[in-house]
């Protein structure tokens, strides 16, 4: 069984910035793939950013040259870093882990970009 917790969410005004963290409760090499999406109302879930335990990393092209998503091996913790925020990427964001075969998701935290 794994667990993700999300933090970081919150209020930002457009053009601002938030790291998102998502900390494991299992060693991050072990898990194949960590990526983040994120779920606006009314609309489906979708892909933001994901890297493997080989650190390759692919974008949405909404997000691409404006997020970033790394790891801390050490801390079993994925980032997601944020900028040039606009008011379309309000959303939930979810952590997501893929290991061994297996999907776990996080509880999810809230993004939204607003005036």
């Known amino acids: 069984q794994v667990q993700l917790v999300e933090s970081g969410g919150d209020l930002v005004q457009p053009g601002g910035s938030l790291r998102l963290s998502c900390a494991a409760s299992v060693s991050i090499f072990s898990i194949a793939t960590m990526g983040w999406y994120r779920q606006a109302p009314g609309k489906e879930r979708e892909l933001v950013a994901q890297?493997?335990?080989?650190?390759?990393?692919n974008y949405a092209d909404s997000v691409k040259g404006r997020f970033t998503i790394s790891n801390n091996n050490a801390e079993n913790t994925v980032y997601l870093q944020m900028n040039s925020l606009k008011p379309e990427d309000t959303a939930v964001y979810y952590c997501?882990?893929?290991?061994?075969?297996?999907?776990?998701w996080g509880q999810g935290t809230q993004v939204t970009v607003s005036s």
């Open positions: 997501r882990a893929f290991v061994r075969f297996r999907i776990y």
């Open positions: 890297i493997t335990s080989g650190s390759n990393t």
